[in-house]
């Protein structure tokens, strides 16, 4: 396996798309805003759902104590810990990274409206250095700095995308603690979880699989 021509296919196949798009940076920055506007009413109704589930799940814990029912106890604490988890999204995933890749926060590649270049230039370095140098090769500087910031706006749109999918996952514990998804059980939620965290974290994930594959022999 050549990893070298795959990355100079993509490049060709990109190459036109990316040097037609040169030079509207205004549409790039509207396109960024909006990503970004997409991950904070996303927080924002996660937030809120979580919140809802919290004071549920509090009311429920606090009506199945006053009627001495301790087997109804489950159901509730779960929906106390989804909340939690919900209304502290960024934290949550904070958590998950720092078991994952040992780094103390995952990397937001689209914050506050505009694009974090660190987190493209340090997690994603071995990817995206790559890349940027056969565009510089094929095209020009210019046209390199235009493809850089497509891939910004790409990575930031799958992040808001599997952050959503970890606010599905999270609410699908709640679901299987009430009873509406037993046939599946909590394994669905959890690996769906699982699996957002590695989308919503795709500049170290992709920086993980660089390195996995680095030590097999396979260099970029």
Known sequence: MNVRNVITFLTLLFLPAVAFAFGN????????????????????????????????????????????????????????????????VFVTLDVFTATFYGVDNFCQIIKDGSAVESCMSDAMSGLTGELKTRVEKLSSASTALAFMAQITIIVGLIQVIGLIYFLVGAYGLVQVANGSSKESGYGKPIITMFASVLIVDIPHTAMLAIGTLEKIGINF
């Not at 109704?45 to 009311?59: E, K, M, N, T």
């Open 25 to 88: 940076d205004a549409a790039d920055n509207a396109r960024i805003e909006l990503i970004s506007l997409g991950q904070t009413l996303t927080t924002v109704f996660g937030f809120l759902l979580g919140f809802v589930v919290f004071i549920a799940a509090g009311y429920k814990i606090a009506l199945a104590a006053n009627e001495n029912q301790k087997n109804k106890f489950i159901a509730p604490i779960v929906g106390l810990l989804a909340g939690t988890v919900m209304m502290n």
